[in-house]
């Protein structure tokens, strides 16, 4: 069974280090959507439904936190990322 995830991380870099690392180290986790921003991440979890979300705290369009509160039901499980 593979865990469907999504990262949101606005730092280019650590997106692509983290979908790195977790596409070598954790095969059954399948990365369904990059976001660099919370608005990204908010509409990608909408439309994906993912199962688990890295969600980087301080990013451009609001933080983790925020994007969280404004989600009605999370039904994901959340790793937060930060530099």
């Known amino acids: 069974m593979k865990i469907r995830?999504?990262?949101i991380e606005?730092?280019?870099s650590n997106r692509e280090n983290l979908a790195k690392i977790l596409s070598e180290y954790?095969?059954?986790v399948e990365i369904i959507a990059l976001c660099a921003s919370a608005v990204?991440?908010?509409k990608a979890i909408t439309e994906h439904q993912p199962d688990l979300v890295f969600l980087?705290?301080?990013m451009p369009g609001g933080?983790?936190?925020s994007l969280l509160e404004s989600i009605e039901t999370i039904n994901f499980e959340v790793v937060f990322v930060t530099a």
């Open 5 to 7: 995830a999504i990262i």
């Open 10 to 12: 606005d730092e280019k």
């Open 26 to 28: 954790c095969p059954k």
């Open 63 to 65: 933080n983790g936190f």
């Open 56 to 58: 980087d705290i301080e």
């Open 40 to 42: 990204e991440g908010r």
